[in-house]
T-cell receptor, first 112, second 112 residues
Framework: DVKVTQSSRYLVKRTGEKVFLECVQDMDHENMFWYRQDPGLGLRLIYFSYDVKMKEKGDIPEGYSVSREKKERFSLILESASTNQTSMYLC???????????FGPGTRLTVT | LAKTTQPISMDSYEGQEVNITCSHNNIATNDYITWYQQFPSQGPRFIIQGYKTKVTNEVASLFIPADRKSSTLSLPRVSLSDTAVYYCLVGGLTGGGNKLTFGTGTQLKVEL
């Protein structure tokens, strides 16, 4: 079974802090994704990576950056957390053939 | 980007067939249509994917008309365990990952 793990299920940070969300997949997938999920808005793509050190902006990249130094690991970085970044963050991975994405359990981030 | 619209919620009873429709009027030629299921406190899980006409697997069918401006997920004989949020996803990864648009989700409630 494909497994996508996220470093934390719940996280509370203060405004202005730098926040790292880590995601690891064990299926040697080329593609990895970061989404945020908000009530009434569904899932929105923040960033996508199709290879190590490669990234593409999604619909809402502002305020976020990403890092992919190893194939299995994709990190989402909030350089200076703000209250409007309080959300559920979901990581996913897929093979090059797509379209089936495998999602992690999510990290609920609260910024106070 | 394709904009997707789904009903917010649907109710059904065990044993009935449920059809959930997603509208995506400006779907692009290369876009695929994918449906996901999400339970509380979990990441979405892939159900089915198609490009045109009809696709069937062991859990669902997907109907896509010739103009591809909508799609219908069909769940045969639902049970209580099918109570979940269902998302349609329209897009593809050709030319970059920023062409993935999730709908806002349909909350399906199945009762006895």
């Amino acid at each position: 079974d494909v497994k996508v793990t996220q470093s934390s299920r719940y996280l509370v940070k203060r405004t202005g802090e730098k926040v790292f969300l880590e995601c690891v997949q064990d299926m040697d997938h080329e593609n990895m994704f970061w989404y945020r999920q908000d009530p009434g808005l569904g899932l929105r793509l923040i960033y996508f990576s199709y290879d190590v050190k490669m990234k593409e902006k999604g619909d809402i990249p502002e305020g976020y950056s990403v890092s992919r130094e190893k194939k299995e690991r994709f990190s989402l970085i909030l350089e200076s957390a703000s209250t409007n970044q309080t959300s559920m963050y979901l990581c996913a991975s897929s093979s090059l053939e797509w379209p089936e994405q495998y999602f992690g359990p999510g990290t609920r981030l609260t910024v106070t | 980007l394709a904009k997707t619209t789904q009903p917010i919620s649907m109710d059904s009873y065990e044993g009935q067939e449920v059809n959930i429709t997603c509208s995506h009027n400006n779907i692009a030629t290369n876009d695929y249509i994918t449906w996901y299921q999400q339970f509380p406190s979990q990441g979405p899980r892939f159900i089915i994917q198609g490009y045109k006409t009809k696709v069937t697997n062991e859990v669902a069918s997907l109907f896509i008309p010739a103009d591809r401006k909508s799609s219908t997920l069909s769940l045969p004989r639902v049970s209580l365990s099918d109570t979940a949020v269902y998302y349609c996803l329209v897009g593809g990864l050709t030319g970059g990952g920023n062409k993935l648009t999730f709908g806002t989700g349909t909350q399906l409630k199945v009762e006895l």
